[in-house]
């Protein structure tokens, strides 16, 4: 077994981190690319017309920014920047929970429900309220256990994968599949390289990757088989009649 001890593993451990916030970065690039990022050049693409829209992605894009630069900032040894930074982190994820679950309500207000979606509104809203539900429990772990460095990292890169999938399924591929189950599992390939991570360095899973990981992946068919329930579908009617 090998483990990250002494200069050289600290060093391999800041680049894995550093790249697999760099890889979910251009995940994102590629997905909201047409939508979002380079809107002006695809005038004819199916974009939202409502502002909350603009305002929720420019804060995702704000996260994934730092997701990065807080990588970064390890790897320079700037970790009192580092906490620093963290606390508006925070207040930004509070932000993007609430501006993402008022754009999910407005999405599933629309008399075409989300856009490009072959889904009845009421059940796709399962998956961004999935979403938002998980990203702050995950992010909300991590600040708890700041203290804990390994667990802490996990944490965070666990609450940006569940982001991600919101990109990963507007990539042209995936998207033309029309199967949530191809989305999950090009998200899932980000899990497998932290698993893998793990084996490596520490000869076993660390116990917030492996219960994380393991909620994450859970998630993912119960979305599909809650989203057509009774239960689940007078939930999604009552959010909907509340103002947004």
Known sequence: MSTTVGGAGR??????????SV??????????SRSFFLRPLFPSWHSPSEPIFYVHGTLFAG?????????????AGRTDV??????????????????????????????????????????????PFTDMV?????????????RNAQAHKRLM?????NLIAAAVGRWPVVYESGSPLVTFAIVNVFLVALALWDWRTRGRLHPATLWGGALFVASQP???????????????????????
């Open 63 to 75: 996260w994934c920014v730092l997701l990065v630069a807080q990588a970064s900032l390890v790897g």
């Open 23 to 32: 890889a979910m970065v251009l995940a994102v690039l590629v997905g909201f």
């Open 222 to 244: 119960l979305r599909i088989v809650l989203s057509t329930t009774s239960g689940w579908l007078a939930f999604a009617s009552w959010m909907t009649g509340l103002p947004s």
């Open 157 to 161: 890169l666990l609450a940006t994968v």
């Open 11 to 20: 060093i391999a451990e800041r680049r894995f981190y550093l790249g697999v």
């Open 82 to 127: 580092h906490r620093k930074l963290g606390w508006a982190g925070a207040a930004l994820a509070l932000a993007m929970v609430v501006l993402g679950l008022r754009a999910a309500l407005v999405a599933a207000r629309r008399p075409t429900g989300f856009i490009d979606v072959p889904v009845p509104p009421l059940q796709f809203l399962l998956v």
């Open 134 to 146: 998980l990203f702050p429990l995950f992010v909300a772990a991590a600040v708890l256990l700041r």
